[in-house]
């Protein structure tokens, strides 16, 4: 069986299970990044460095503005599609399944990964619950 027909066989065994619910985090040490929270229908999306920038008065700037963003998830087989309060459409993301764990893929990542390329290693992963 190709990686290809892993992968889709994941998507349909996936389309069959509500979205996970929990918060994805880089499967990576990373020192700045995204972190994405999905709950029932809903997402918050925030994005994190460890960098701090301070402006000529000595005030924190803000690493990205108009981050976080909530609003909700609309879920189609592994595609999530995320629609902000603010009505921005943000980029579609995929939900991949492998050896029991679940990440939160991008288009570039699944397109690697359909490819036969490895999985990204700081992929967005479910975090296990305490």
Do not use: Y
Not at 70 to 85: P, Y
Not at 107 to 124: I, K, T
């Amino acid at each position: 069986m190709s990686i290809r027909h892993i992968i889709i066989l994941a998507s349909v065994l996936l389309a069959a299970c509500k979205t996970p619910a929990g918060t994805f985090e880089p499967a990576c040490e990373a020192f700045a990044g995204d972190r994405i929270t999905l709950r029932q229908s809903g997402f918050i999306w925030e994005k994190f460095t460890d960098v701090r920038q301070v402006d000529d008065d000595g005030n924190l700037i803000a690493p990205f503005p108009g981050f976080p963003k909530q609003g909700r998830v609309d879920r189609q087989g592994a595609e999530l599609n995320m629609i902000a309060t603010d009505g921005a459409v943000l980029p579609t993301m995929w939900l991949h399944e492998t050896d029991g764990q679940v990440f939160l893929l991008t288009e570039q990542q699944r397109a690697e990964l359909e490819g036969g390329q490895p999985m990204d290693e700081c992929a967005l992963k479910l975090r296990e619950s305490a």
